[in-house]
């Protein structure tokens, strides 16, 4: 097995072109770190699926870290040979722990789909992540869902962070003054945002730069 799709529907991941879709995305903005033994933490364990197709993607020398509320998953994972940490993605606390002892190059959040842990977990890690990480958020379609909250809202806000020049302002925008402000630390650090169906990539990086 070569190919991440191909990798995916072996382990029967929903990422997979027979579920979500989301391989040839990821497949784009992966390629870059194959080969580098990246650090990946995936909110959502469940039954390991997305961790065995990352771990045979990105080759043995890469670290794959699972996160999820449930201990089952949790104990499960680890006997497969996964680092995993168990609690809550919407802690902060947790979280942050969790960041700072893995200093990931990429974090999925395929977590509970809710706005408020999604939201929470994000506020959470992007500022602690290091400069060339990248944020995916999967799923966006429960966002639409009654169950799943308002978290498009928040990914709409962060679009106008990333297109906003707040004191980056040239020539033109000097004749509408009132249309600049400081830059707030997220502006500054949302290099970009790639949305494809239901999923989207953000990464981080310096606007100011």
Not at 160 to 185: C, F, I, M, R
């Amino acid at each position: 097995m070569t190919g991440l799709d191909e990798i995916a529907r072996h382990h029967n991941a929903d990422k997979a072109s027979h579920y979500h879709g989301y391989t040839r995305w990821y497949e784009r903005h992966f390629a870059e770190y194959v080969g580098s033994a990246p650090t990946l933490v995936e909110i959502g364990i469940a039954y390991s699926f997305s961790l065995l197709t990352w771990r045979d993607y990105f080759g043995a020398g890469a670290r794959v870290v699972g996160v999820d509320i449930d201990p089952t998953f949790c104990t499960d994972a680890a006997g497969r040979g996964f680092e995993t940490h168990c609690g809550d993605a919407g802690d902060a606390a947790f979280m942050r722990s969790v960041i700072e002892s893995t200093s990931p190059d990429i974090v999925i959040d395929d977590g509970n789909h809710r706005a408020d842990s999604q939201r929470a977990a994000f506020n959470t890690v992007f500022p602690l992540l290091k400069t060339g990480a990248l944020y995916v958020v999967e799923d966006l379609h429960a966002a639409y869902w009654k169950w799943g909250g308002e978290f498009m809202p928040d990914l709409k806000a962060l679009v106008d962070k990333v297109n906003h020049t707040g004191k980056l302002s040239l020539g033109w925008a000097k004749n509408e003054p009132h249309k600049q402000h400081e830059l707030d630390e997220l502006e500054k650090t949302v290099a970009a945002m790639h949305f494809y169906p239901s999923i989207v990539f953000i990464e981080k990086g310096d606007k100011c730069a």
